[in-house]
C-alpha cells in the first residue's frame, strides 16, 4: 500500500498482511459467519453430502466415504472425552515477490494452548485473547486492550457468541469447535469442504497415522473465488485416532485472487501495491500442528480459572472505543519509562533496569514500514557515534510473531548492530502508547523519557544527536509546565502501528 507523505514527515501506512486472507483455514468457520447479522447453521445433511458439494457427488467415492468415517470416528472420540488438552502451532507461509522483484513473503506464526472439561470447562489462551471458565464463573480477556471480564457462566460455550464479544478475528480452535457443538454434523461444522480426494498411510515425524486429502471450495471462504478449489490435507495419530496436523496449500487461489485485485486497479495506478505488496507467489501454505495432545488427563480445577497479569485491567465491559483513539505517546514525556525487560533477538537478556546510568533511545520499527527502513541507517550512525559514551539504541520490532528470521536478514542486509528486542502482540508499544511508526523514545539515565519523535524527519541524525548530547550534559528536554497541556504539535504524519 503507498505510504502517507507529507512535506515534513514519511510514515508508512500498514500492510495488509496476508494472514489476515488465509485466517479461514485456520477457522474453518461456516460461510457468512462474521456477517453482522445473525447466522443460523446449514441445515444438516448427511455426512457423505456436505452442503458445498456439487449435486453430481464426490469424483473418488470410495476415498471419500473412507475419509468421512475416519473423521466421524475422531468426532465421536472428541465428544466422548472427559477432558481434552492440546497446544496448536499454525504458520502461515507465503514465499513471494513484490514488483521490484524483492521479498514480499510472510512467515507469521500463531498459538494457542487448549485445557477442556465437562460442564462448562475451558481455558483457551492464544495470543490475542484468552477465554476461561471454571463452570461457575467466565472469564474473558483481550490482549489488544489489556482488559478482562469475569461473570456467571453459561451453561453452554458458545464461540460465536464469545469471539463476538472479544472481537477477535483469530482462529478458534477447530477440536474445539467440534467438542462444543456436540449435536453438529461434520458437513454442518465445514461446510467448506467439497470433497474428500485421498487416504493413505503416512508417518509423521517417525508415528504411524493416516493422512487425508481434500479439497475445498473457494467460493465458500473469505477468497470468494468462484470455480477454484483449494486443496488440504489431515493427519490423524494411529494410535489415538485424533487429529494433529491441517495444512492447506492455497498458492493457486492466491496466485488467482492478486491476478484478480490487479485486473480491478485503476489503470493508471500500475504502481499501487496489492495486499502485503506481493505481485509474484511461488508458495503459500497455512500448517497447523497440534501437539502435547492429552485425553482424559486429570486437570486440577484452578487450571481453569483465570490468573491476570498485574497489568490487566478489570472491567464490567471491553472499552472498544479506546482502540479508536489514536494514542499519544508524548504522555509519557516526564514520567517514568514502562518496564522493558526480557530476551533481545540475540537471544541473551535485556533490559531498562540494567541500563541505569546510561542515556537509552527505544526504536520502534518494522520491515514492513517504508520510513522505518529509511530511518534506520540514521539509527546505526547514531549508536556507531556514541558508541563510546553512555549511550544505548535498541530497535523495538513490530513485526509478527515467527519473522525472526526475515528481521535477522533484514538486519544483516542493512548492517544494523545494534541490540534489538521483538515485540511479540505488541504489547511493550501499547504501554509505550506507539500508535504510528517510526517512533523513538529518548530516555535518561534515571529512567524517565525526555522525549518522543513520531515520524521519519530529514536531519534526523542532527537532531536527535543534538538532544543526546543534552542529556549527557545532565540537562533536561521538556518543559515540566508544559508536557501535560493540550494543542502541542502534534507530528504530521504517523503510520498505524500493527496489533
Excluded at 452442503?51 to 467415492?61: D, E, I, L, N
Excluded at 490475542?128 to 464463573?137: L, Q, V
Excluded at 472491567?315 to 472505543?321: A, L, M, N, Y
Aim: glycine share 6%; with cysteine; aromatic share 6%.
Amino acid at each position: 500500500m503507498p505510504s502517507v507523505v507529507s512535506p515534513q514527515r514519511s510514515l508508512a501506512v500498514r500492510p495488509v498482511s496476508l494472514i489476515a486472507v488465509t485466517l479461514f483455514v485456520l477457522n474453518m468457520l461456516p460461510a457468512g459467519a462474521r456477517s453482522d447479522e445473525p447466522q443460523t447453521r446449514p441445515t444438516t445433511q448427511p455426512a457423505s453430502a456436505p452442503a458445498s458439494q456439487p449435486a453430481s457427488g464426490p469424483s473418488h467415492p470410495e476415498a471419500d466415504a473412507k475419509a468421512r468415517e475416519l473423521i466421524d470416528a475422531a468426532m465421536k472420540k472428541y465428544r466422548a472425552a472427559k477432558t481434552y488438552q492440546d497446544k496448536l502451532d499454525a504458520r502461515v507461509e507465503v514465499v513471494a515477490t513484490d514488483k521490484d522483484g524483492q521479498d514480499a513473503g510472510q512467515d507469521e506464526r500463531y498459538s494457542a494452548s487448549l485445557l477442556f472439561g465437562r460442564a462448562a470447562h475451558i481455558a483457551l489462551a492464544t495470543d490475542n485473547f484468552a477465554i476461561h471458565c471454571d463452570g461457575k464463573r467466565i472469564w474473558l480477556y483481550s490482549g489488544r486492550l489489556g482488559q478482562y471480564t469475569e461473570g456467571e457462566a453459561p451453561e453452554h460455550l458458545d464461540l460465536d457468541e464469545l469471539t463476538e464479544e472479544l472481537m477477535v478475528d483469530d482462529p478458534p480452535h477447530p477440536v474445539l469447535l467440534v467438542l462444543t457443538e456436540p449435536d453438529d454434523e461434520f458437513s454442518e461444522l465445514f461446510p467448506m469442504v467439497r470433497e474428500f480426494t485421498a487416504v493413505e498411510r503416512a508417518e509423521q515425524d517417525g508415528q504411524p497415522g493416516t493422512r487425508v486429502t481434500g479439497l475445498l471450495d473457494a467460493a465458500e471462504t473469505p477468497l470468494e473465488i468462484e470455480g477454484e478449489v483449494i486443496p488440504f490435507h489431515l493427519w490423524f495419530d494411529e494410535k489415538t485416532g485424533l487429529l494433529r496436523q491441517l495444512r492447506i496449500d492455497f498458492t493457486g487461489a492466491l496466485r488467482k485472487a492478486l491476478a484478480e485485485a490487479d485486473e480491478e486497479r485503476d489503470p493508471e495506478d500500475k504502481d499501487a501495491e496489492l495486499p502485503g505488496g506481493a505481485r509474484k507467489v511461488e508458495r503459500a501454505v497455512v500448517t497447523l500442528d497440534l501437539h502435547d495432545v492429552k485425553y482424559d488427563a486429570d486437570i486440577p480445577a484452578e487450571h481453569y480459572a483465570f490468573k491476570p497479569d498485574k497489568d490487566a485491567e478489570k472491567v464490567k465491559e471491553f472499552d472498544w472505543d479506546k482502540l479508536m483513539e489514536m494514542p499519544d505517546p508524548e504522555e509519557l514525556v516526564g514520567r517514568a519509562a514502562p518496564v522493558l525487560a526480557g530476551t533481545a533477538l540475540d537471544e541473551k537478556p535485556i533490559s531498562l533496569e540494567a541500563l541505569r546510568g546510561r542515556v537509552v533511545l527505544l526504536d520502534f520499527w518494522a520491515t514492513w514500514c517504508i520510513p522505518c527502513v529509511k530511518a534506520m541507517p540514521e539509527m546505526q550512525k547514531l549508536a556507531e557515534k556514541y558508541a563510546e559514551k553512555p549511550v544505548t539504541v535498541i530497535g523495538v520490532n513490530q513485526d509478527a510473531r515467527g519473522m525472526d528470521a526475515k528481521v535477522k536478514k533484514f538486519l544483516a542486509e542493512k548492517k544494523v548492530t545494534f541490540r534489538q528486542f521483538l515485540d511479540i502482540g505488541g504489547k511493550l508499544g501499547r504501554q509505550y502508547k506507539v500508535g504510528a511508526i517510526p517512533c523513538t523514545f529518548l530516555i535518561d539515565g534515571k529512567g524517565v523519557v525526555q522525549a518522543v519523535r513520531v515520524g521519519a524527519v530529514p536531519k534526523l541524525l542532527d537532531e536527535l544527536s543534538e538532544q543526546v548530547d543534552k542529556l549527557l550534559k545532565g540537562e533536561t528536554l521538556f518543559d515540566p509546565e508544559k508536557i501535560s497541556q493540550p494543542g502541542k504539535e502534534k507530528p504530521a504524519e504517523t503510520a498505524p502501528r500493527k496489533e
